[in-house]
């Protein structure tokens, strides 16, 4: 158990590491929530105002993390057929799905900046005053969404072992999610058969978590019911990874670029 | 005592589509019926030119690929139903510019690996200074590998595949694109490795790596073992003919053809110097062709014809063909 928790400590940390240092994905990363929030400022300074533009800062800053993760787990896997370490990694005597989560979990990391850029912009672009009522839970809640969005990463990135352009997959997923998630618009204004989507996606939870830890409600539901579909997310994509594998391994397309 | 690496009749099928309306779909034979196998402490050269089949044979040994047909052990145990046991005891290099981690300094990807591979966390620090020193990369370990040559990589390639120790080391063509000194050095370290009684299966196209490495060669054309045996028994399968070497200048493939068919060649080989061509012509012993050769080549220019004994890179080049 320690053996593991400490190679996903490490594999995460390395692969931030690795994420960090490219200055374009950096100069992209920064721009991108500015216009993700700047958008949904516009659009709610347009309507009610107020509290709901509270509202959409964490929306907005959630449909950051997401995107970070969605656009980016497919190109990743790629990016290591690429570097010939993917093949590297499978012949390691370590189950895949130990290698791949901290990737994606380091991707959904990333997507913190987010957060942080999206409030900050808020504050100075549009005079928003964030309330922090819950610190604790609302730190709580933030780690958590960062973990399950990781780990639904993870469970995309499983078929991108698989299947070569599946990377399409992750980028036709980033705007239904930010949609069905409730990060803008909320859930009671979709069609009611819409909900039972919107209900198995941790980052509607998560969303709705960091809301009310700093407006003043209780999370603690939302982040358990958050951090159990994550948990869930990881044990189906390890189920499906060694079936996935054995498949790539048979149609010899680990090495494909 | 079992052997280290046995395999046995493998077969590796590739399916292919072509077309792009009509698709269809092609099925490519790279290794066709390949058996083998390498005793403990033994270097074993797998040699064979490119497309042969050798990667493909190495990768369905470290369990990369299932095998099509046919089976394969590594210390006894099956590589595609114990492929996780295999891992943990073999260690894996290939050559070029690929498979490491250019934004993270040398030390980071031993780091990583040495996680992957279980190495006990406590001798991380001892076992990655003890790599980079044999390696001779100490004192760069901090150094991003997107600055590192040719040569450099390879080396931490090296101590990368054999950070946790492993019994047996699967080097695939680790020499490939480095320079004549750094090739030198590569193969200074594989022999150190045998040394300490390391099993070996090293793939190459380079006659005298294997020539001066392997304990014994399997040569490989066409996804088939056309030949095995130490380097000195290949070369005493050609040991008896001799070798005539002619410079020509632009002759067509109908003459080399021309030239296979008469009585007593055993095997031509072509070698392109500059704007020269070289014939190397292999004969059976007791015939004198020089004369027969010249007339076959008659109306082309010819430079300097030389005879020589035969070398191990002969026999290579007769086994090749006559697969």
């Not at chain 1, 400490?6 to 920064?30: E, P, Q, Y």
């Not at chain 1, 698989?162 to 990060?183: D, S």
């Not at chain 2, 095995?228 to 005493?236: I, M, V, Y």
Request: aromatic residues 8%.
């Amino acid at each position: 158990m320690r053996r593991t928790l400490r190679l996903l400590a490490i594999g995460w940390m390395l692969h931030l590491k690795m994420m960090s240092r490219s200055a374009f994905d950096g100069f992209l990363g920064v721009l991108w929530p500015l216009f993700f929030a700047t958008v949904a400022f516009f659009m709610f300074q347009a309507g009610a105002g107020g509290e709901t533009l509270v509202y959409a800062s964490f929306g907005a800053a959630v449909m950051g993390i997401w995107s970070a993760t969605s656009t980016t787990a497919g190109s990743a896997m790629q990016r290591e057929r690429w570097h010939g370490t993917l093949e590297l990694l499978v012949a390691s005597p370590t189950h895949f799905a130990l290698v791949l989560l901290p990737v994606t979990v380091a991707m959904s990391t990333i997507g913190l900046y987010s957060l942080v850029a999206t409030l900050v912009w808020g504050r100075v672009a549009f005079g928003i005053d964030v309330p922090l009522e819950h610190p604790l839970s609302f730190a709580l809640a933030l780690v958590v969404t960062v973990l399950s969005i990781g780990s639904l990463g993870f469970l995309l990135a499983v078929s991108f072992v698989r299947y070569r352009t599946a990377w399409a997959l992750g980028n036709m997923l980033e705007y239904p999610v930010w949609l069905i998630g409730g990060f803008l618009v909320p859930l009671t204004l979709l069609p009611f058969w819409v909900r039972p989507f919107s209900w198995i996606l941790a980052p509607t939870w998560g969303v709705d978590a960091i809301r009310q830890a700093a407006l003043g409600g209780s999370p603690l539901p939302e982040i358990g019911l958050c951090l159990a579909l994550g948990a869930a997310y990881v044990a189906a994509g390890a189920l499906v990874l060694d079936r996935a594998l054995r498949a790539a391994r048979r149609d010899a397309s680990l090495a494909l670029a | 005592m079992p052997p280290v690496v046995e395999a046995r009749n493998l077969r590796r099928t590739y399916r292919t589509t072509t077309g792009t309306l009509r698709r269809r779909s092609l099925e490519v034979e790279a290794v066709r019926g390949v058996s083998f196998s390498i005793e403990a402490g033994e270097l074993y050269g797998l040699l064979g030119p490119n497309g042969a089949g050798k990667t493909t044979t190495i990768k369905m040994l470290i369990t990369l690929l299932i095998p099509t047909e046919g089976t394969a052990h590594v210390l006894g145990r099956d590589v595609v139903e114990d492929a996780r046991w295999v891992r943990e005891r073999i260690g894996y290099v290939f050559g070029g510019d690929r498979g490491l981690y250019e934004r993270l300094s040398a030390y980071d990807n031993l780091r990583y690996f040495a996680e992957l591979y279980k190495v006990d966390p406590a001798q991380h620090k001892r076992r990655i200074a003890e790599l980079l020193d044999m390696v001779g990369l100490a004192g760069r370990e901090q150094e991003r590998v997107e600055g590192y040559s040719r040569g450099m990589r390879q080396r931490l390639h090296i101590a990368r595949g054999l950070l946790h120790d492993p019994q047996v080391v699967f080097l695939d063509e680790p020499t490939i694109g480095v320079d004549p000194v750094g090739a030198r050095e590569l193969r200074a370290m594989i022999s150190s490795l045998s040394d300490a009684g390391k099993t070996i299966l090293l793939t190459t196209h380079y006659m005298f790596e294997a020539d001066a490495l392997c304990d014994r060669i399997g040569v490989i054309a066409n996804g088939e073992i056309v030949g095995e045996g130490t380097p000195r028994e290949l070369k005493a399968q050609v040991a008896d003919g001799s070798v005539v070497e002619i410079e020509v200048y632009g002759v067509p493939d109908e003459t080399i053809a021309r030239l296979r068919g008469i009585a007593g060649v055993r095997a031509v080989g072509v070698e392109e110097r500059e704007q020269a061509q070289v014939l190397v012509v292999q004969t059976a012993p007791g015939v004198e062709l020089t004369h027969s050769l010249l007339a076959q080549l008659d109306g082309a220019r010819v430079g300097r014809v030389s005879s020589r004994e035969p070398t191990l890179e002969d026999a290579y080049v007769a086994l090749v063909e006559s697969a």
